[in-house]
């Protein structure tokens, strides 16, 4: 692929640094003069003046802010029902601008390349944006560019997501969240690769081979960069598009996308780790397009065993085998309170799992599918000391909460014991080993490392 030029620089850090201290300059004071000055916070308010300065900001805080709004223990509910709020679809860049950043990855005869290439943006994002254009050979196109200085803009952001966890850590000891900064600091610095991007896509093809109801962009690679992504244009209506018809589709639409989720991760270990609406498309037949694999999760075969072992402890209530799978997965010092508190959540996210009949997946309170269940949890913990989230399981409980947000919105009504369970049923980690580290070497994507 050819390769653009920009950089991290120290001016760009300076310059975001900047941008988004109007945004997160009162946090710190607010919520430490609540705690250590008796200072009442008008949470809700602050949350609401919070949600409209990010609103203002392209790139990852924004992007963090979603993330940290599907992550039940990471933020008050207050915080996270303003910040479910911000969308996707910001304002995109003008055409002056694209001409720009195209030339810059592409070269100064880049519309030469293209038959057609339109001015107007057809998804802007909180990274990037997305143009329409037509091949030479009548290919419909979809190219994602890069908004500029984004890697100074993520590790400025980076740096402001640590100020505010740990502030959050010292208000409330539920959670330790160095890990989940780690955690999302590693996925921002990959998303913004989108020559990483592009194996991404080849890997999620060839793991899907198989799955005729599930459909993958394809990379054009003459006209990708790392910054520029340029793939075929996959046509497809919204899925919310479909909230209002027959059950029978919805119920088809919910099982070809527990089918393009599941089936990577308890075949190969990897995981789409980015649960939002714009990331699917459904396809005239209902099969689903699965789109965007900047946020890819590769997890250890070890811990896509944990996954097995306590869905298999919930279902014997075997409580040393929900232990090993808590150990498995890198939960330390846990006592036997604790562990009651994390099976109340494990509980809540295989319910649907270990029932066999026809079921919803559940339902939402306050918009956010969890946060109930999660906010007991969360007290119990912070009577009992406090917890630290392994960093694997950051985006695999993120994922399970935003599928499972999906079927809601679908009111999907299947067997979900069933269908987990076609996948599982001969189910070995040294088997899985052997898949992934064969897959991914083919389309050079790094093995995992535990606990990174």
């Not at 396809?283 to 890819?296: I, M, T």
């Not at 150990?327 to 270990?354: D, K, N, Q």
Request: glycine letters at 8%.
């Amino acid at each position: 692929m050819p390769q653009g030029t920009e950089e991290n620089s120290l001016g760009g850090r300076v310059r975001r640094y900047a941008r988004v201290s109007t945004a997160m300059g009162g946090l710190a004071a607010r919520l430490a003069g609540q705690r250590y000055l008796g200072l009442k916070l008008e949470r809700e308010e602050h949350a609401v003046a919070l949600k409209e300065a990010l609103g203002g900001l392209k790139g990852p805080l924004m992007k963090v802010a979603q993330m940290l709004a599907t992550i039940p223990e990471a933020l008050p509910p207050e915080y996270v029902g303003e910040l479910q709020q911000l969308q996707a679809n910001a304002p995109p860049m003008g055409w002056p601008f694209v001409k720009r950043r195209m030339a810059a990855e592409l070269g100064r005869d880049w519309q030469s390349r293209f038959a057609e290439f339109e001015h107007k943006a057809a998804a802007a994002a909180s990274l990037g944006q997305v143009h329409r254009a037509v091949g030479h050979d009548g290919a419909v196109l979809a190219c994602k560019l890069q908004y500029p200085d984004m890697m100074s803009a993520v590790e400025a952001d980076l740096n402001q997501l640590k100020m505010i966890l740990g502030i959050f850590e010292r208000y409330d000891k539920a959670v330790q969240t160095k890990q989940i900064h780690a955690e999302i600091a590693a996925r921002l610095h990959e998303e913004l690769d989108y020559a990483l991007e592009a194996r991404h896509s080849a890997l999620y093809t060839a793991m899907l081979a198989d799955e005729p109801n599930v459909h993958v962009p394809v990379v054009v690679p003459e006209l990708s960069t790392r910054r520029l992504l340029t793939t075929n244009w996959l046509e497809g209506e919204p899925i919310l598009s479909f909230v209002e018809g027959h059950a029978d589709q919805r119920n088809q639409v919910a099982m070809n996308m527990f089918r393009a989720w599941y089936v990577p991760l308890y075949y190969y270990g990897v995981i789409h780790g980015d649960p939002h609406m714009g990331n699917y498309t459904v396809r005239p037949d209902l099969a689903v397009n699965l789109l965007d694999f900047g946020c890819v999760r590769v997890f250890p075969p070890s811990f896509v065993g944990g996954v097995i072992d306590l869905y298999h402890a919930l279902e014997r209530d075997d409580v040393d085998l929900a232990v090993h799978a808590y150990e498995t997965w890198g939960f330390r010092g846990l006592s036997t309170e604790m562990i009651e508190a994390l099976s109340v959540w494990a509980h809540f996210l295989y319910a649907p799992l270990l029932e066999d009949r026809v079921r919803p997946i559940g339902h939402a309170n306050h918009g956010v599918y969890g946060r109930e269940t999660a906010a007991k949890v969360h007290g119990e913990l912070r009577r009992l000391g406090g917890v630290e989230v392994p960093r694997e399981f950051v985006f695999m409980d993120r994922a399970a909460l935003g599928l499972g947000s999906v079927f809601i919105h679908l009111n999907a009504e299947i067997n979900w014991h069933r269908l987990f369970n076609e996948l599982i049923h001969d189910f070995d980690v040294k088997a899985l080993a052997r898949r992934q580290k064969k897959m991914l070497a083919v389309h050079d994507v790094p093995l995992p490392v535990a606990g990174k």
